[in-house]
């Protein structure tokens, strides 16, 4: 069975996926890696500002607080590719047209349903810029800190942030040296394995976990 989480979330709770492995990063001049590394700091700061502002209001009713989660989820994270990704390409191409999009649409309804409540406990975390580092000119890995009031030390995470077309976008997060990217897709394949990489399989379990999820919210 697939383990009850689909990824760590922005601000320790909102998801982190990639779309990728490692990839190619090269060099780039260093005014370039200055501009876009600035970029990328500006879009992490902009979403942990959202993040907060919008969804740690209190007494506001369950199905606003997933909307607005959706709708961030959505901005700022590559989400359609790290749903291809996590899946495997083999899986991905042999599902039919109706599969992938069934697929598509309970991957995102499960990690609302899961996460989204979570920020009703926030209590004063704060995420603090260290470093950014930028190798191709399209790829950078903005290196944070999260404070937690109480905590004896910060946690670390690294946000790996990638530009298309003009448009910032979340790919993987490292949080503690471990990359959630990786970690989903071995936890998909091997639940696919075990399932003769039958993804009407892997549809199942994931409608049941949403199901599931809703039940227990109380929605």
Do not use: C
């Amino acid at each position: 069975m697939l383990r009850r989480h689909v990824a760590v979330l922005v601000l320790a709770v909102i998801f982190g996926l990639g779309i990728g492995g490692a990839g190619y990063w090269g060099t780039t001049s260093a005014r370039a890696a200055e501009d876009f590394g600035s970029g990328a700091e500006r879009f992490i700061r902009e979403m942990a500002d959202q993040a907060i502002s919008s969804l740690t209001v209190k007494d506001i009713p369950t199905a606003e607080r997933e909307q607005r989660f959706r709708e961030i989820m959505q901005r700022y994270i590559a989400f359609k590719g790290v749903a291809r990704w996590v899946v495997g390409r083999k899986v991905w191409k042999a599902a039919t047209e109706q599969q992938q999009a069934e697929y598509l649409d309970l991957f995102e309804d499960l990690m609302v349903a899961t996460y989204a409540h979570r920020f009703e406990d926030y209590s004063g975390e704060t995420l603090e810029i260290r470093r950014t580092d930028v190798y191709d000119g399209t790829d950078a890995l903005v290196s944070t800190e999260m404070v937690r009031p109480g905590a004896t030390k910060p946690l670390s995470v690294g946000w790996r942030v990638r530009a298309k077309d003009g448009e910032y976008r979340i790919v993987d997060i490292i949080v503690e040296g471990l990359s959630m990217a990786r970690k989903q897709r071995s936890e998909f394949a091997s639940f696919l394995r075990q399932n003769d990489d039958n993804i009407e399989a892997l549809i199942a379990e994931i409608r049941g976990r949403v199901a599931g999820t809703v039940t227990a919210s109380g929605q």
